[in-house]
């Protein structure tokens, strides 16, 4: 399962970041899943919880916003945001540079 792995990673990352921030229990997550990972909320939640739950950590909210597609045109290098075709140059070689993980955004 997808989900799984992603939401083994994401908790890593969010004790990571709780330990830097000096939170000593958590109560919420911040998650930002792009658009391009094909990751299910909603599994990635249940996922979450069952991550949590082995670690001993109860009653977390987890909130997830997504992470819109992002590209740069690899003929001119501009950013290009979600188009296809790059609007400066016409290039179709695109390198896609956000979208693509699923990240911690915050722990409280």
Same mark, same amino acid.
């Not at 992470?67 to 740069?72: D, T, W």
């Given at each position: 399962?997808?989900?799984?792995?992603?939401?083994?990673? /994401?908790?890593? &990352?969010?004790?990571?970041? %709780?330990?830097?921030? =000096?939170?000593? !229990? $958590?109560?919420?997550?911040?998650?930002?899943?792009?658009?391009l990972?094909?990751?299910?909320?909603?599994? /990635?939640?249940? &996922?979450?919880k069952?991550? %949590?739950?082995?670690? =001993?950590?109860? !009653? $977390?909210?987890?909130?997830?916003?997504?992470?819109?597609?992002?590209?740069?045109?690899?003929?001119?290098?501009?950013?290009?945001?979600?188009?296809?075709?790059c609007?400066?140059? =016409?290039?179709?070689? $695109?390198?896609?540079?956000?979208?693509?993980?699923?990240?911690?955004?915050?722990?409280?």
């Open positions: 399962m997808h989900e799984h792995g992603e939401a083994d990673r /994401l908790m890593r &990352q969010a004790l990571a970041l %709780a330990e830097e921030k =000096g939170v000593a !229990n $958590i109560t919420k997550i911040e998650i930002g899943v792009g658009a990972t094909g990751l299910s909320p909603q599994a /990635l939640e249940e &996922q979450l069952h991550v %949590a739950g082995h670690l =001993g950590i109860d !009653n $977390i909210h987890f909130e997830f916003a997504t992470i819109l597609p992002e590209a740069v045109c690899r003929q001119c290098q501009k950013n290009i945001g979600q188009e296809y075709v609007p400066f140059c =016409g290039g179709k070689s $695109i390198k896609i540079t956000n979208g693509l993980d699923a990240v911690v955004v915050a722990v409280t």
